[in-house]
């Protein structure tokens, strides 16, 4: 019977792998998984049916980044973007590694668990994980004159070993001068771990993203100009660059603000210097101009000590009115909503773009 089981088991996953790319295909589209009819009626249970007394425009938003599993209950309607419910788990690392889902039935059982206490089964999912699941490049036609999965100029961008990369592919055009293939990479196993977890609930897939690619798009198309956004968590910071022409790429720098977490603001104003000086090296290596801003969001950022931003450089704060006004529920507490800061904009923004 284990024998049977393990059987079983590895037939899935490789049945998984398989249809992942389908999934990754979807990650920065503006609606729902149509492709995904198949995996849905192989995974998911006829008899899933929506929860009759809630609005059709109620998300399920689990997001992870930094060893927090965040589980929210959004409503995105007309203009205002309402948060219900929202919780924060410290994930051990014996069920969620920094990337890997490493107990994916004791998650599911978790995440089920909030599902009905936030009363969403059949409720869509989207999926948000952090900037360090993600690498982008953009190539210009000259570099890349015919697309495949197997050049090996493409693979030799991506960050993880060419059997274990996962390639969306895009091509986007800033004007009538410009166009890019924008290729972004993700580990197939990491991907896969996930996919296996939600897949299992009684919700259908609305998306599976990384919410700061959508945030510094939103910025490009307000502001125009060079676009600079730093996704700030406490081990790592990715710093997204979008040119008005649509070229976007990242690049993750080797610290976050673990180490300046402090009640002393002299520690934070030490990593805005680090930070921006790491930012005008990359800048000045790509022949880019200085930017008017550079815009912060992220967990990472949100803990620190910051009396003002306007004393800091070119630093701000992500602007709140790009997206939809956003209300929180009364029944949140003062201490989630500190907690919160960055993701109440993010799933406020996520659940906005996929309503569309």
């Not at 990754?24 to 009626?41: D, G, R």
């Not at 930094?66 to 309607?77: G, P, R, W």
């Not at 030490?270 to 801003?293: G, M, V």
Request: proline content about 4%; glycine content about 4%.
């Amino acid at each position: 019977e284990n024998k049977s089981l393990k059987s079983k088991g590895k037939k899935r996953s490789k049945s998984l792998q398989k249809k992942s790319f389908k999934y990754f295909s979807f990650i920065f589209k503006n609606s729902y998984l149509e492709t995904l009819k198949v995996f849905y009626k192989r995974y998911i249970p006829k008899d899933k049916s929506p929860t009759k007394d809630l609005p059709k425009d109620y998300f399920l938003v689990i997001q992870y980044a930094d060893h927090i599993l965040t589980v929210s209950k959004v409503l995105s309607n007309n203009k205002l973007n309402k948060i219900d419910q929202i919780i924060n788990i410290n994930m051990p690392t014996a069920i969620v590694g920094d990337y890997k889902v490493e107990n994916p039935l004791e998650l599911q059982n978790i995440l089920q668990d909030i599902i009905e206490l936030f009363e969403m089964v059949g409720k869509p999912i989207i999926l948000l994980l952090s900037s360090g699941f993600f690498s982008i490049n953009s190539f210009d036609d000259a570099e890349l004159v015919v697309f495949s999965e197997n050049n090996p100029q493409l693979l030799s961008k991506s960050p993880f070993l060419p059997d274990d990369t996962l390639i969306q592919y895009s091509r986007v055009s800033g004007n009538k001068l410009t166009s890019f293939h924008r290729v972004v990479y993700v580990n197939k196993t990491i991907l896969d771990s996930w996919i296996e977890v939600i897949s299992q609930l009684d919700n259908p897939i609305a998306g599976v993203t990384c919410s700061s690619i959508h945030l510094v798009e939103e910025l490009t198309n307000k502001y125009g100009a060079l676009t600079v956004l730093c996704d700030i968590e406490l081990s790592y910071t990715t710093v997204y660059i979008e040119m008005e022409n649509c070229e976007l790429n990242t690049i993750k720098l080797p610290f976050g603000t673990s180490i300046y977490i402090s009640e002393d603001s002299e520690l934070a104003l030490q990593f805005f210097q680090r930070l921006e000086k790491s930012i005008l090296s990359i800048l000045k290596k790509l022949k880019y101009k200085k930017p008017n801003s550079i815009y912060l969001i992220g967990q990472g950022f949100d803990k620190l000590n910051i009396k003002s931003l306007e004393l800091i450089g070119k630093f701000k704060e992500y602007p709140k009115e790009i997206f939809n006004k956003f209300e929180l529920d009364k029944k949140i507490d003062p201490e989630t909503i500190n907690n919160n800061t960055s993701n109440f904009i993010r799933l406020s923004s996520i659940t906005q773009i996929a309503n569309k």
